[in-house]
């Protein structure tokens, strides 16, 4: 192992393809269903949404798609990103372990999001798309999605759930400087939007009623369609590049691969981009890491929710998918890691954690504060809430290792900086922030609420 | 010219010493005086408020000053930074101008800041100093020097300006997840702060005011020293890794070394750090760039001000300098450029602005944010308010280029980013922001106050 605490690679080496895991998996996902009809879907029924190279990508059996020069072209605003040595951190806590992180926080939105927001806004104007909709929490994805449109000239317009609009400005500016449109939701532009303002006008919204606005004027509209930031298959394709950088970074630095590889879940995109790679060389018989998701106490769909299908919005139009899931009715409380705040979790993941892929664990908002504040001082960068569940888990293992004397090799993934989240640091450090228990009978109550299918 | 967007470098290209611009000067710049006997300073006088190694940069005839190893080992944390071209925006302004950014925005504070506040920190933890002090105005240099004193395991205590610290509350909170202390100043912490307070409860503040609170607590506590994020020799020397690295990038890129170099002044390490070493290079007959400074019309030292003996701070506490200077009780209008408010400038530009080594221009703050939304929808990223003036004499150049034809290299530095000052985005892109008129009264009425030397 050099000194060096900092792997870059050049320019040249950024990846030219994406890797799709499915083929390589024992068996196929379960297929998603039609809402109304419950039979597997088409490439027809998603063509009202998606371009048909999207819709190709996420069925495709390949193992490795093409990343069009015209992506790799915006990638390169930000991408190959540096992978870390947490050389401070790991003296901070006296451990043996040696830390690894990928930042991702160095893209123009500031996630690991614009991975696949670029993609999707390329393939929609290559196909004569005018307009993209979205949905988007804490803004997120709105952002990332709002910077790709502009990269190729299309229009983007986002329903983000009223309270993060009203409470959380930033992001939602950060769009309006990309040229976005911007609806507090639920809003009156939708009929599902309008639905829900008559029975209750001071809805403060949801993930899953944004996403039904934002379906609704995708479908009603031919030069209109709708783009996801994460869950889907196609959606874990494009975060691939994250994985395929960190492998050559490994090699690059002379260093074993990691023995533990760790990343937080909300619908899955981060941690797959960064897992599937290695899962691939694992299978190869290259490498043996354990894999670990790390999701949010207060919405733990692999650890407390059911695997079976469900919708991924509230008002149903989504299709049917077999995953990890709290129940769509699932309004998880407002945890500051808005982008872990999902009721479902990617179909793809979901399969691979029944047949026992990787592993999951759950993390209180309290600890992730004080691991990213632990962090922060150590190494500089400021994580967002998401991503400090991740570093919450690192360093637990990090201090067992210290016990054990363990010179472990773990890996993580930074995907995004907490520029836009001081709000809820000064919160923490001031000691208002609490956490939250989630009693088992509002899991059950919610749970009550999936459609009846094996 | 190759057709690389992004030209990086490798860790081992990080440069090992700074450049000293002084010895290479047809004349030297008038040296400092003291501001009671109004004689020039020896070390002695300095020795209160600064580490003996930063007395001895600031009074040094050496070309070059080598980086300690263990500044470099920080630095690596985000340098090596990147130099840009500018082609999606070279598009939108259809000009036959190759334009180059080296971003500053990836440091963990998010600007160029942290280029001198960790050299300063190192230099006074190696010395043995227990706490430094400082001012901050919107908190770009606060949270760069609470970074850099979280690496080397030494105190911060910065006096944020009364108004910023109210209405700015963001990165006042960057600096305690550092760890620093902050006041709002005028602060009744120190004398004189208390001494304002008791005629001004209400006082705003200005950075003159919080520079005589950090200077104070300094000067009357052994075990604490001062550190200030602009204006004097050591900070523009540290900041000359920004021009050491984009000479080799230009290198590196197979592109001919700029026509002109373009960078925002408050208290000019910015700019200087960019300049400088493309400097060296002229003096030495290898280049003829045109060096242009650019100033917020709401604060015009260089335009405006007078060249002469002026106080760095309002109760008079710092040596006279001999600078550009609107007057020391000058209070710029409240521009969203936080860093560009200063009434002073580095007395070394002044002297060399002088010398007609340089040209200076004024900006105003509407064709900022304009120049700013055209910048972040072509290239992505959100420049700062304080970059922007650079970007909008860029993009004057630029298209000025496209009526000639030239096809005119251009360089600016995009020292850091926007995150920070989202709610300055959402006035311009509102319609509620507007431009300050500077009538030349307020100016003479502050010049009136300017010490009566030489």
């Known amino acids: 192992m050099s000194g060096r605490s900092k792997i870059t690679l050049d320019e040249s080496e950024l990846p030219r393809r994406w890797y799709n895991v499915i083929p390589d998996l024992p068996a196929p996902p379960p297929p998603p269903l039609h809402p109304a009809t419950r039979q597997p879907i088409g490439p027809d029924d998603l063509a009202p949404l998606f371009p048909m190279e999207l819709i190709r990508q996420e069925m495709s059996g390949e193992r490795y798609i093409e990343i069009p020069d015209e992506v790799r072209d915006v990638y390169r605003l930000w991408r190959p990103t540096p992978l870390f040595r947490a050389r401070r951190l790991e003296r901070a806590l006296r451990t043996p372990a040696r830390i690894y992180y990928k930042y ?25 798309t005018r307009r993209l909709t979205t949905e988007t929490g804490a803004g997120q994805w709105g952002s990332a999605l709002a910077f790709a449109c502009a990269q190729y000239g299309i229009d983007c317009e986002a329903w983000m759930v009223r309270a993060s609009y009203d409470q959380k400005p930033h992001r939602r500016t950060l769009m309006h400087v990309w040229g976005a449109t911007v609806h507090p939701s639920p809003s009156a532009v939708t ?13 403060p919204g949801s993930l899953g009623i944004a996403i039904s606005e934002a379906v609704e004027v995708a479908a ?52 797959a981009g960064l897992v ?151 919160r923490y450090l001031s000691g208002e922030m609490g956490d939250f228990e989630l009693p088992q009978d509002r899991i059950d109550t919610a749970l009550a609420g999936l459609p009846d299918i094996g």
Chains 1, 2 share one sequence.
């Open 276 to 426: 599937f790679p290695f899962l691939r060389e694992k299978l190869a018989g290259r490498t043996d890491p354990v894999f670990r998701a790390v999701e949010p106490a207060a919405c733990p769909s692999f650890t407390r929710g059911r695997y079976g299908y469900d919708h991924g919005d509230t008002a149903g139009f989504t299709p049917l998918m077999k995953m990890h899931t709290l129940g769509h009715d699932f309004i998880p409380d407002p945890v500051h890691a808005g982008g872990l705040r999902y009721h479902g979790m990617s179909p793809l993941l979901s399969h691979m954690y029944e047949l026992g892929m990787f592993e999951a664990v759950t993390k209180n908002q309290l600890e992730c504060f004080a691991s990213a504040v632990t962090f922060a001082r150590a190494e500089g960068i400021l994580p967002a809430p998401e991503p400090a569940h991740a570093i919450a888990a690192v360093i637990d293992e990090a201090r067992h290792c210290t016990e054990t004397g363990e010179e472990k090799v773990l890996l993580t993934a930074l995907c995004g900086h907490g520029h836009f989240d001081m709000t809820a640091y000064e």
């Open 220 to 271: 009603e509209n031919p030069d209109t369609k709708y783009a996801l930031g994460s869950v889907l298959n196609h959606v874990l394709l494009h975060q691939t590049v994250i994985g395929e950088e960190a492998l050559a970074q490994f090699d690059a630095a002379g260093e074993r691969l990691p023995d533990m590889i760790i990343g937080c879940t909300g619908g899955g995109s981060n941690f």
């Open 191 to 203: 009929a599902a939007g309008a639905k829900i303002l008559a029975d209750h006008p001071d809805s």
């Open 104 to 128: 991702e926080g160095g893209s123009p939105a500031g996630s690991h999001k614009p991975n696949t927001a670029v993609p999707q806004a390329f393939y929609n104007a290559a196909e004569g």
